[in-house]
Every structure is written in C-alpha cells, then in structure tokens.
C-alpha cells in the first residue's frame, strides 16, 4: 500500500473548517483514499473515500488534487465533538482483503 | 443496538495466562477482523475473516487464535500472555472481504493489561 504522509497535530477554532491535508505521492492507479478517525477512547470511524473525484457526505468534504498525489478532507463547520485522530490511508481497490494499514495520523484539536 | 460489540472491555490479567476477547456485528456484514493498537497508538491488522475463512494473518505469534464459528462473531484467543500484548484490540466487520470498498465498522475495543 502507498504511504501517507499527515502533519502531526492542527489546531481548529469551533465553527470554523477544517483542512487536514495528506500527501500521497507514490499512489498507484488503483488505490483509493480513505479517511477514517479516533476520538479518543473509541474505535476508528470511516469518514470517506474516494478515488479521483472530489467526494461529500454528511460528514465532510474530500477534495483530491488532479494528480492524486495529494488530497485534503473539509470538515466544513468543526465542532469540539470532532477533535480525534485523523487517519489517511491509501489501499487498492482489490486484493489482498480489505486491509488497511494506519499510519500515525493528524491530532486535530478543536476549541473554543 | 451496538453494531460491532466487544466483551470484555477492559481485562486484566498475569503473564502466562490465556484469555479470550469476544466479538460479535449485528450489521450482516461477512467479513470480520482484529486490529491492535500498542501504548504508541498504532493501529495494526492482526486477522482478517470472510464468511468464516481466514484471509488475512499478519504474521502474528501463534499464540494468538482466532476463530469464527459464524460471520457475526470473530473471537480471538491469547495463550501464554506476555507483557508486550498489553494493547487496545478492536474488532471490525465491513462488507465484502477481497472486493473492497466496503468502510470498516469498528467496535469500541477491549484494553488488556497484562502484568
């Protein structure tokens, strides 16, 4: 699986959006970026994925540069509530089950 | 109703013992798993099961034993515990096990403590 490569720890004022970037440049044709996240005490969360096109559910908004190196997911109004772990991972689209790998993600804090 | 449910949740236990962490989803899903997550927070998949077959096995000591006696449960049994599997274990489910994109539900974990 490619590696991602996530900024150690951001900072959100409440209200405001959210960028969490992720670089992936040695992602392959066939991989798919997903963003999951661990508030602290709980079990991971799938967030979304995507594989080209920029994607938005009801949780945030991913948006993936044209060359796929890179993305960033919008939580456009961020809450307290929001502050965990962030993890974005690369996988392919088959084989090799359904394995993804974690890496050490983004700590975001969101405050007052 | 808690989609993936993990029992115990916390355990508590002396080196050599065994003991067994259970799992069970209730969201129809086929395919299951246990992930690790050590004192420094990284999340590693330990096995993988899709209709009660083992698909993934990431080379984890064999004192480690899954088993699935259908797809809404994944047990996993520890013999012989060391100090070093003192971990957050968390089960998942999702979906559709080589066929892939399918989100992972992950249950609330169970924190063994081994001393």
């Known amino acids: 699986d490619a590696k991602t490569t996530q900024p150690t720890s951001m900072d959100c004022a409440e209200g405001r959006a959210a960028n969490l970037p992720c670089n992936h440049s040695?992602?392959?044709?066939?991989?798919?970026v997903y963003w999951y996240r661990q508030i602290h005490s709980q079990g991971p969360q799938y967030i979304i994925h995507g594989l080209k096109n920029n994607e938005t559910n009801e949780m945030a908004s991913l948006i993936i540069t044209e060359d796929r190196k890179s993305s960033t997911l919008i939580l456009p109004h961020a809450t307290l509530r929001d502050t965990a772990v962030y993890y974005c991972i690369v996988r392919p689209l088959t084989g090799g089950g359904n394995k993804l790998t974690f890496g050490t993600g983004t700590q975001l804090k969101v405050e007052l | 109703d808690t989609a993936v449910s993990q029992t115990p949740k916390y355990l508590v236990t002396q080196m050599g013992n065994d003991k067994s962490i259970k799992c069970e989803q209730n969201?129809?899903?086929?395919?299951m798993y246990w992930y690790k997550q050590d004192s420094k927070k990284f999340l590693k998949i330990m096995f993988s099961?899709?209709?009660?077959?083992?698909?993934i096995n990431e080379t984890v000591p064999n004192r480690f034993s899954p088993k699935s006696p259908d797809k809404a449960h994944l047990n996993l049994h520890i013999n012989s515990l060391e100090l070093g599997d003192s971990a957050v274990y968390f089960c998942?489910?999702?979906?559709?096990?080589?066929?892939?994109?399918?989100?992972?539900?992950f249950g609330e974990g169970s924190r063994l403590t081994v001393l």
């Open positions: 099961y899709n209709n009660k077959e083992l698909i």
């Open positions: 040695t992602i392959s044709g066939n991989e798919y």
């Open positions: 969201l129809g899903h086929d395919t």
């Open positions: 998942a489910s999702s979906l559709g096990g080589a066929r892939i994109t399918g989100e992972l539900f």
